[in-house]
């Protein structure tokens, strides 16, 4: 069964970094691009960042340039998400994603719907 699970959520303080993890069981990412995404309280699930299945492609979203850093480690079938300097409005629960391109490995989105398999979600919340 194709399962991706979040980690490395928490509480931190304003301008401090957490590093959260995507893991995958079941199946190997090497053949999907994974995507995060975030959901604040009251407000549409919106995309953070993404990766390429071949890692040579990523975009994020212009919210956390500069701040954000995605990666993967295909090794341990694992992307990652480092998040420095958060700010409050970075509060919320995320999530990963994953989309099979096995034909196209140097594409990734930041759209909810091209994705096939979402994990459960960890959370962030950063105070002022």
């Known amino acids: 069964q194709l399962q991706l699970v979040e980690s490395g959520g928490g509480l931190v303080q304003t301008g401090g970094s957490l590093r959260l993890s995507c893991a995958a069981s079941g199946f190997s990412l090497d053949y999907y691009s994974i995507g995060w995404f975030r959901q604040a309280p009251g407000k549409e699930r919106e995309g953070v960042s993404c990766i390429s299945s071949s890692g040579g492609s990523t975009n994020r979203a212009a919210s956390v340039k500069g701040r954000f850093t995605i990666s993967r480690d295909n090794a341990k079938n694992t992307v990652y998400l480092q998040m420095n300097s958060l700010k409050p409005d970075d509060t919320g629960i995320y999530f990963c994603?994953?989309?099979?391109?096995?034909?196209?490995?140097?594409?990734?989105?930041?759209?909810?719907?091209?994705?096939?398999?979402w994990g459960q979600g960890t959370q962030v919340t950063v105070s002022s």
């Open positions: 994603a994953a989309k099979g391109t096995r034909l196209v490995q140097n594409l990734c989105d930041m759209r909810t719907w091209w994705y096939d398999y």
